[in-house]
């Protein structure tokens, strides 16, 4: 990801500034939108996770806060509803969907026998409040994580095809300005600059070679 977000904007700096060669020139309709496109993407990515990282903790802030109103409350039933089980409602926070669940039962088990209880309409009307801000939040930080899979999958569809073209519009530039020229340097990534030095400094110890590889200018790996 790191080397696409410096050869997108790099090979539309040299398609535009060899705009004068035809061949060159070709590629500004395809790898200009092109390169625009997966930077474009790219940057989306990254808000997206940025937001699931804000998503997700003002999930798990909610599901703090209700299971704080679940324990608070279950400590008073406890003492004033007969059979009341307190260990089934005394779950570790973290586990979003199980304190929702617990919640809910407990809001249930009120409405059903606790007619008698003063403090009823109280405990239910935060606990449905607690319920509704709790499940609100697990639903968006559940919508971010599918929105970032699919953005995901969508920035490495067009990863592929920009290097596709890459490859082709590398081979084009070597092959009109020669692989010494800074627009080729640009256009390559640091393993395969390492691997062409090694392979030019071998071809000068053949002559026979460099003269073959000099008939086929546009032979590019």
């Not at 990515?45 to 703090?64: F, N, P």
């Not at 899979?149 to 969508?154: L, V, Y």
């Not at 395969?192 to 200018?217: F, G, L, N, V, Y």
Request: without cysteine; aromatic residues 4%; charged residues 25%.
């Amino acid at each position: 990801m790191h080397d696409v977000r410096r050869l997108a904007p790099a090979s539309i700096g040299v398609v535009q500034r060899n705009a004068g060669k035809p061949a060159i020139a070709a590629y500004i309709p395809t790898m200009v939108p092109m390169a625009s496109d997966v930077l474009a993407a790219i940057q989306q990515l990254d808000t997206l996770k940025t937001d699931q990282v804000a998503l997700i903790g003002r999930s798990d802030e909610q599901t703090a806060v209700l299971n704080g109103v679940l324990l608070g409350w279950s400590g008073r039933l406890v003492r004033d509803v007969e059979g009341f089980d307190l260990g089934a409602y005394t779950r570790n926070a973290s586990l979003t969907f199980d304190v929702t669940q617990k919640a809910n039962s407990l809001k249930q088990l009120v409405e059903q026998k606790g007619a008698e209880l003063p403090y009823r309409d109280a405990l239910l009307a935060e606990l449905t409040a607690r319920i509704d801000s709790a499940s609100a939040a697990d639903d968006a930080a559940h919508a971010a994580r599918v929105a970032l899979q699919e953005k995901q999958r969508e920035v490495r569809e067009l990863v592929i095809s920009f290097h596709q073209e890459l490859v082709s519009l590398r081979r084009t530039v070597r092959a009109v300005l020669g692989s010494s020229h800074l627009d080729y340097q640009r256009l390559r990534v640091p393993e395969r600059a390492a691997a062409e030095a090694a392979s030019d400094e071998a071809s000068e110890t053949k002559p026979s070679e460099t003269q073959s590889d000099a008939k086929s200018p546009t032979s590019d790996s």
